[in-house]
């Protein structure tokens, strides 16, 4: 990465000259508040994408479920005002969820303590000694690549060097240029900052991408997905031009359905019409989850389910279960579940109780 200064452990960048009087309890958000300027957040999990300072704090309080849960985690990228060139800093945590999707507060404090003992300490060596950080995690290059791109769009830097001709390559036909001159920040800086048009133009050029074009776009669309209608027709009908269930279908699949548009919902309609796989199932749960919120969807999706392993099942609906606006949709109908439908059967297992 180029402006975006990115490791996977630092001390808590911040002012070290201040030494930190605090009494507990005390938040992350206050604690980075009261060692220099606040901190802005993004989710870096379920989808790279903003996340309100208001909302970390709530989260933080145990007044609110965190609202794009990933893994059983709260997937967190913070950055830090740069202390040189303005450029910022970015440190990564996954916090520990519990089984309604709230924080886990004793990780949290217990990182606070780290993070304090280390801010106060007299030698130089031991405040930067957080290198075993067991909250802090390494971005993935997609993760890393996003959230560059989003990060200086919304701090008025300039995109990177890839993004000039990752921009042209996708947007104005027959550039000569290759892929491999291309590179996937450039692809996320494009698909950050493009407008209306551009997405018109990205999507009448989708069915002349070569593969590896393709794919670094419906991967970075995955996160900041299709706004028209014709960029979801697009991704539709390529997939439909690939062989079924190769590597060059999912990726139109997943960045097709995670639009929240109209179309893409019929997507997911067609997809479980079938007997979806069980990586059709796992696609719709991570990236077209936000069409589940429709109970004749949810409960055609939960009934398909049901007829997969119980490990598959038990995962798929545990990861569903802690979004905060599916959890009652969800719980609702595996209790109203008839008796002997596969449905009720895998309730059954995962209470511990026999079918009998």
Known sequence: M?????TRYIACPVDRRRRVQVSVPLTLDALFTRTGQPPGYYHAGRRVIPCARSHMQAFEAQELAWEAP????????????????GDPNLWCLGLPLDEQGMLQPGPRDALIERLLHSMNAPDRAEKEDLTSEPLAFQPDTLTLAMLHARITHDLALPASSWWQPAHEALTIADTGRHWSTLGLQGVADTVV????????QIAERL????????????????HAPPATDALVTALWLRSQAEIEATASFR??????ISSELPD????????????PD???LAVIAARGWSHLEHEERLKLFLDHLARRPSASFRALISDLALIPRLRLPVLMLMRQADRDTPLAHQVRMMLGKTAS
């Open 251 to 256: 990726a139109c699949q997943r960045a097709g």
């Open 70 to 85: 990933w893994q059983g985690h709260a997937r967190l990228a913070i950055v830090f005002p740069g202390v040189r060139h």
């Open 207 to 222: 069915p002349h991408l070569s593969v590896e074009a393709l794919h670094a776009l419906c991967y970075c669309l995955e």
């Open 264 to 275: 893409a919902a019929k997507w997911v309609d067609t997809l479980l019409r079938h007997e």
């Open 2 to 6: 180029e402006s975006l200064k990115t």
């Open 193 to 200: 900052r493009r407008t209306r048009e551009e997405e018109m």
């Open 278 to 280: 069980d990586e059709t």
